[in-house]
């Protein structure tokens, strides 16, 4: 009963290449995030979304960018992937009408050499 | 900016103890704190929250506890398992997008 869907579990791309994480909810959620997660810093919120079309910066959304052309799915973009962008990579979803806590994807584990 | 801290790092704990975990939080208008478990290789799952309005919630062997005055919280996990090895996050909202996440701690529930 998979509810975040992350189209790959582990990527591996060369720096300068440009990257896509593509995210897809059933839920019918409003609101989604990305966030990346590193060893002891837990998770930083790079963008999230609260519409379609509509996005907002987080706290680390240098060398990222996201789309949100359709509701259920959440895309973030690496223009230019660099060596310090290799990290997990989580989309969350969460409803729009009640603070009820985030579900996440399964994670997307990016490396770039 | 706001952050919240979270202790310890790393726990470790025979199987049937008891395990704590604690977090602060920085920012006053803070209204809901959700607690997610993420097992190895697995996705964080919330496992329990409470809000502002309440001083201590319980599911089970899981309980939270909140203090607004002080601005902590905890996570209490009693009758440990093997099962409850993993990597919990604390987090801190004001509602709407503001949610911050602690560090996260390992707890390691050795048998």
């Known amino acids: 009963d998979v509810k975040v869907t992350q189209s790959s579990r582990y990527l591996v791309k060369r720096t300068g290449e440009k990257v896509f994480l593509e995210c897809v909810q059933d839920m019918d959620h409003e609101n989604m995030f990305w966030y990346r997660q590193d060893p002891g810093l837990g998770l930083r919120l790079i963008y999230f979304s609260y519409d379609v079309k509509m996005k907002e910066k987080g706290d680390i959304p240098e060398g990222y960018s996201v789309s949100r052309e359709k509701k259920e799915r959440f895309s973030l973009i690496l223009e230019s992937a660099s060596t310090n962008q290799t990290s997990m990579y989580l989309c969350?979803?969460?409803?729009?009408?009640?603070?009820?806590?985030?579900?996440f994807g399964s994670g997307t584990r990016l490396t770039v050499v | 900016g706001e952050n919240v801290e979270q202790h310890p790092s790393t726990l470790s704990v025979q199987e049937g103890d008891s395990a704590v975990i604690k977090c602060t939080y920085s920012d006053s208008a803070s209204n809901y704190f959700p607690w997610y478990k993420q097992e190895l290789g697995k996705r964080p799952q919330l496992i329990i929250d409470?809000?502002?309005?309440?001083g201590e919630k319980k599911d089970q062997r899981i309980a939270v506890t909140l203090n607004k005055t002080a601005k902590h919280f905890s996570l209490h996990i009693t009758e440990t398992q093997p099962e409850d090895s993993a990597v919990y996050f604390c987090a801190a909202s004001t509602g709407g997008f503001k949610t911050i996440f602690g560090a996260g701690t390992r707890l390691f529930v050795k048998a």
């Open positions: 969350a979803s969460s409803p729009s009408d009640r603070e009820d806590g985030y579900t």
């Open positions: 409470i809000r502002s309005n309440v």
